[in-house]
């Protein structure tokens, strides 16, 4: 009994940090929580943990900004594979060993902070743009059917399409909602979800959106520039750690 109330006190404190880092940086949640949480918890039973505040964190950002249709129809190709892929991968890799799946988001968690820490990204022309989005898409579907961080791809092709901040918000909101849906029907499908972890999922709710709410309030008083470079360099050791528990 005392390991597992210790063991919610931790998960608690790991949804707040996660909460504070989304509200105050706008991104980060899964990579956040998912980094800290496979210290000690199987890579599968942190994903089953993390979907429904994903889910809910992410559909709160999506209504609270605004223009629901007119983006979905925009971003549909990315959806579209974004969905196929993320069901295909949760179906196709649960034979993956935990080892693999940590060296994954260790992988996935350094290439976040490239991304965010690239000054510069290849423009991509309106005749292209279809294109660009069923590849990032793919490969989001993937990784977040691997690890549930399928935040670089996106990130990678909006700043490609030169979004602005309120757009980046609105889509990546959308995405990352719709992208929550197949990824609990296939853990659910593939037993890797149950009763029991939903329900502590749903508890972890409270802790996110607390930790959200303090992270807004620390972004209205503390330059956003700074917050996001400590956290990167956070993302950059918890990255760096994970690559090494999984292959050395």
């Known amino acids: 009994m005392t ?26 949640l899964p990579t956040a929580a998912m980094g800290l949480m496979t210290i000690t918890i199987a890579p599968r039973t942190a994903i089953a943990l993390l ?22 129809k925009k971003y549909f190709p990315f959806i579209f594979m974004l969905i196929i892929f993320v069901w295909l991968t949760v179906n196709k890799t ?3 060993s935990d080892s693999t799946l ?35 898409g793919l490969i989001a579907g993937v990784m977040g059917g691997l690890t549930s961080v399928w935040a670089p791809p996106l990130a990678i092709y909006l700043a490609a ?32 979800m149950n009763s029991e972890l939903s329900l502590l999922s749903v508890c972890l709710l409270l802790p ?7 992270g807004e309030n620390i972004r209205k008083k503390m330059s ?14 918890m990255g760096l750690d994970l690559i090494r528990r999984a292959y050395f």
């Open 208 to 214: 996110t959106f607390i930790g959200f709410w303090i």
């Open 161 to 192: 399409r030169q979004t602005t901040k309120e757009e980046f918000v609105r889509v990546s909101g959308l995405i990352f909602f719709i992208g929550s849906i197949p990824l609990l029907i296939a853990y659910f499908n593939q037993g890797h």
């Open 3 to 28: 390991e597992q109330i210790f063991l919610i006190i931790c998960l608690f404190s790991i949804f707040i940090i996660a909460g504070i880092i989304k509200g105050a940086a706008g991104l980060g």
């Open 102 to 136: 940590i060296g994954f988001l260790g992988f996935f968690i350094l290439l976040f902070v490239i991304v965010n820490i690239s000054k510069n990204a290849p423009y991509i022309p309106n005749h292209h743009d279809i294109k660009a989005q069923i590849i990032s």
């Open 224 to 237: 956003e520039i700074i917050f996001k470079k400590f956290i990167l360099f956070i993302f950059l050791f």
């Open 51 to 72: 979907i429904f505040p994903l889910i809910f964190t992410n559909a709160w950002q999506m209504f609270r900004s605004g223009n629901v249709y007119q983006t979905f």
């Open 94 to 96: 649960s034979d993956v």
